[in-house]
């Protein structure tokens, strides 16, 4: 199952150099015009 309360956002690491622990940076999505929905895409 989907968890769209905790992960609904677009991600992406920044590489900070070599000796450096990346960094992650986090977008939430925000849907204004539809709905989120799980879908059932298995045929009868």
Known sequence: LRDDKNFTYVSAWEYKGDDVEPELHK?????ENIEVK???YKTA
């Open 27 to 31: 977008e939430e999505l925000v849907y």
């Open 38 to 40: 799980q879908r059932n």
